[in-house]
């Protein structure tokens, strides 16, 4: 059965870079895609983004536009870990992260597929 | 930004047929999927590409797509359904992953 587990600091400072760690086991981060989402306190989901082998030890990366300037989400093969990092947080960006797997992307016919496993979540507070 | 759209809530009796919306305007070119999401847990999917049911979802659960909108009709309702619930599909441009707002659902 695959699981996900995030980690990484409960507490970040305005201004400073949240970073966080998914890590998979029972399953591969070499195929498919593999996104964060998150979900501020009370509100909506909302997907940041994915990356996805694109060969050997090489990813690509799709990014939410909204944020697309302050993420980056790597992935390491060997750990089987994908990793986020937003820099220049504010408050509005207290939530909880979860990390998840897409499934069902068949390009060109379904270019976004669903997300069948998903971590457990970590609640990230952006205060100084 | 491209946006779907959910009723912000829907009540039903035990027993009755719950149906929840989700309108965008690229639903016709890309698949409609659904979470079910209770309180500090993870959302979990009950339908993927429109109308398909995930193994291990009861059959209450089923999905519909026309036109700019896509269903998540639950019969015969249950306690235990009440639940958030996002609809989620892609927006023309990127594509890139879109939720929408979330539906929560009460059994009175």
């Known amino acids: 059965q695959m699981q996900l587990q995030e980690s990484g600091p409960g507490l970040v400072k305005p201004s400073e870079t949240l970073s966080l760690t998914c890590t998979v086991s029972?399953?591969?981060?070499?195929?498919?895609?593999w996104s964060w989402i998150r979900q501020p306190p009370g509100k909506g989901l909302e997907w940041i983004g994915y990356?996805?082998?694109?060969?050997?030890?090489?990813?690509?990366?799709k990014y939410n536009p909204s944020l697309k300037s302050r993420i980056t989400i790597s992935g390491d093969m060997s750990k089987n870990q994908l990793s986020l990092k937003l820099s220049s947080v504010t408050a509005a960006d207290t939530a909880v992260y979860y990390c998840?797997?897409?499934?069902?992307?068949?390009?060109?016919?379904?270019?976004?597929?669903?997300?069948?496993?998903w971590g457990q979540g970590t609640l990230v507070t952006v205060s100084s | 930004s491209y946006e779907l759209t959910q009723p912000p809530s829907v009540s039903v009796s035990p027993g009755q047929t719950a149906r929840i919306t989700c309108s965008g305007d690229?639903?016709?070119?890309?698949?409609g999927y659904w979470y079910q999401q209770k309180p500090g847990q993870a959302p979990v999917v009950v339908i993927y590409?429109?109308?398909e049911r995930p193994s291990g979802i009861p059959e209450r659960f089923s999905g519909s797509s026309s036109g700019t909108t896509v269903t998540l009709t639950i019969s015969g309702v249950q306690a235990e359904d009440e639940a958030d619930y996002y609809c989620?599909?892609?927006?023309?441009?990127?594509?890139?992953?879109?939720f929408g707002g979330g539906t929560k659902l009460t059994v009175l």
């Open positions: 690229a639903l016709p070119k890309h698949y």
């Open positions: 990356i996805y082998n694109s060969g050997n030890t090489k990813y690509n990366t």
């Open positions: 029972g399953g591969s981060i070499s195929s498919q895609h």
């Open positions: 998840a797997r897409e499934s069902g992307v068949v390009v060109p016919a379904a270019p976004v597929g669903y997300f069948d496993y």
């Open positions: 590409k429109d109308i």
């Open positions: 989620q599909s892609a927006d023309n441009s990127g594509p890139y992953v879109v």
